[in-house]
Structure formats: C-alpha cells, structure tokens
C-alpha cells in the first residue's frame, strides 16, 4: 500500500509513503534539463524541465514513482492492481500521442508547468502497456499529481483514462478515486473537537478522554481506510509556515499511516512496510525522505546539481539509525 499527500504553508509540499515488501534499488534521482529522454513512441526530448524524484534506475533510465520539476508541479505513482488498464498502441497518424505508462512521470513533468497544463496534455494523450522490458513488467497503477492550487487524479481504467478534481489532495490505492471520495460522507461526523452527547438527553454521557471527537476514524492498513484516516489528518492539520515546521508536519501527517512490519502480511513470512516516506517542497526543488530503518531526515536539492547538464545524478538512499547521542 502507498499513501500520497499535499500540503501547502508558505511552500508547496508533496510526498508519499512506499509501501512495499521489497525494495528495487531506489535512489533520489535528478533529471537535468538536458539529459536526453528517449520516449518509446515520442522520440527522444532533448531538452525539457529538470525533475527530482524517487526512482529505480535500470538502463540509465529513471523510471520515477514520484518526482517534482523544477515548475513545482508533483506527481506520484500508486498501486492499482486489479483496476488500471492500458491502451493499445493508437496507429493512427492523427491518432493520439502513445506514452508508456513507465513514461508517464517523465512525460508530464518534462513538460508542464501546472495542473492546468497537465489536462492539456493528458487529453491528447494514449497510455499504453508497453513493458519497459521482460524483466520489468507494466506495473498497474493511478497517479496524484498536483501543483499548488489544484491537484487531480488519473485512472486508467477499462473505459478509459479517468482525470478526476482530488479536492483533498490524496491518493492511497483501491477502490476507485470516486469511491474512496464517496466513502468520506461515512465520516462527515468527526471532529478534532470533543463531542457533545447527541445520543440521548436521558443519559449523562461525558467526553472521558481526549481525541473522542474522531472516535470511528479507521486505523487499520487497508486503502479506504489509511485514505480516510490520512485525509482527515491533513485537512485539521495545522502548523507553522517556516520550513523546518511544514516538513515536520507533513511527515507527522503521513506518519498516521505508516506500515510497521509485522502488521500486514502479503506471503508467508513476508510483510508490506513503509520503505520510505517522501516530502518534498516542490516550490523550492528540495526531496527529503526518511526510510524504515532511518527516521533521520535526508535531504537532495535540485538546485545544487547542474541543472543544464546532461547526465542523471543519482544518490542511494541512506539506511540504518542516525542515532544523536546526547551524552
Ligand atoms: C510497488 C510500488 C507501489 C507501492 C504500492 O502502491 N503498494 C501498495 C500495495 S497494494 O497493491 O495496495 O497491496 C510501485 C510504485 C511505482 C512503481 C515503479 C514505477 O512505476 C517505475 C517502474 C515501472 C515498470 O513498469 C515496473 C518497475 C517500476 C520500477 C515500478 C515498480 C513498482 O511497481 C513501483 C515501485
């Protein structure tokens, strides 16, 4: 299970969980503006905005599963098994423009520079299930992506590509986005606030703890649940506008649906865990992340890279406890 998130303060912020059982070989992977992007059906881009992200790299390739550009526009990839479908190949020489569902991270991001722009192009836009290659099939997924005044989510489903308003700003995975939003009016009750007794006037019913406001909300790792549980953190949460006070809350606000090992078994033995966690201040270029076993914040900032050049910059994540010992 992944969970994606927005948060805006002073700056934009965007990030997710990846949650998993194993990891590819992940490493924060700058794209510069002039590294040539070689599209299946598109040729290759020469030049283009520059992008940081999460991202398995295999051919000197990024395949991103989450990436900001240099125009603050975020984007983020989340399991969809079961319900993402892709296109074939539209042959037409008027058809439209066949991008790989590998490619769709780059695709958007070399190009758009808000949301707006990002309708524009998904519109004339195919999708398609070309694998990248035998060893690494098409994987199934939706996508978040957002800038600071709107985000949306895309589906590719069975009748085609979905783009829907994400009015909250989050995506987990299944069922359907219209579903998980349908699935909030269940939890129109809640409240940060304590609750009064609506029950019965008869009855002398009392708030005994704190927090009862949101009694009801899930915690459970589920997808609806971890989309209603991380959507009602969010929207209540409140923090400073500094930095160091927005990255400190947006990893508090995915931090209410991280996965502990142990806790969600997908084989025998084997268990889905959050392998790292993302926030990234999209205004500014900066990716922080922390991982299972390092909950110390690592940060890469886009501009401290060659920004004209040509070739990736790749850093492997840091792993193991940074432990501050203070004596
Ligand atoms: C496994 C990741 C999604 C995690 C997730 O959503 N878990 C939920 C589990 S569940 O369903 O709800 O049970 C996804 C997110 C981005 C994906 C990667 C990116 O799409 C980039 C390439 C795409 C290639 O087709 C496959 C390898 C790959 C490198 C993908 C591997 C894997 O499918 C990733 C890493």
């Known amino acids: 299970m992944c ?51 999460m991202a398995y790299v295999a051919e000197d390739y990024p395949l991103y599963y989450d990436a900001v550009n240099e125009k603050g526009v975020g984007m983020a990839g989340l399991n969809f098994v079961g319900n993402a479908v892709y296109q074939e190949v539209d042959e037409a020489e008027d058809g439209k423009e066949n991008v790989c569902q590998y490619e769709l991270i780059p695709w958007i991001l070399s190009q758009c ?15 398609v299930g070309t694998p990248f290659s035998e060893q690494l099939p098409a994987a199934q997924l939706h996508w978040i992506i957002a800038d600071e005044k709107e985000a949306i989510t895309v589906e590719p489903m069975k009748d085609g590509l979905k783009v829907h308003e994400n009015p909250v700003g989050v995506l987990t995975n299944n ?24 029950f019965s006037e008869k009855l002398n019913l009392t708030a005994y703890s704190r927090g009862m406001g949101a009694m009801g909300l899930p915690g459970d ?9 991380v959507a009602f953190t969010k929207m209540n949460a409140k923090s400073g506008d500094s930095e160091l ?3 400190s809350q947006f990893f508090h606000i995915l ?13 025998d033995g084997k268990y889905e865990i959050t392998l790292y966690t993302s926030c990234c201040n999209a205004s500014k270029g900066i990716y922080y992340y922390t991982t299972y076993e390092n909950h110390q914040i690592t940060a890469v900032d886009l501009y401290r890279e060659e920004l004209d050049g040509t070739k990736l910059f790749r850093y492997p994540l840091i792993t193991g406890e940074q432990i501050r010992w203070q004596n």
Do not use: W
């Open 221 to 229: 790792l589920s997808s609806a649940s971890r989309f209603a549980k």
């Open 113 to 127: 520079a808000s949301v707006r722009e990002v309708r524009e192009l998904l519109s004339r836009m195919n999708l």
């Open 3 to 53: 969970t994606a998130a927005t948060y805006k303060t002073k700056d934009f912020y965007f990030g997710r969980t990846l949650d998993y059982e194993f990891s590819y070989g992940d490493e924060v992977t700058v794209t510069p503006r002039n590294y040539k992007i070689p599209f299946r059906y598109m040729g290759e881009m020469e030049s283009h905005y520059a992008m940081i992200g």
């Open 245 to 247: 006070e927005s990255i």
């Open 255 to 267: 931090g209410s649906v991280d996965q502990q090992r142990g806790c969600c078994e997908v084989a």
């Open 175 to 198: 069922p359907p986005f219209e579903q998980q939003m349908f699935q909030l009016n269940n939890y129109m009750h809640l409240s940060p606030r304590q609750p009064e007794n609506h």
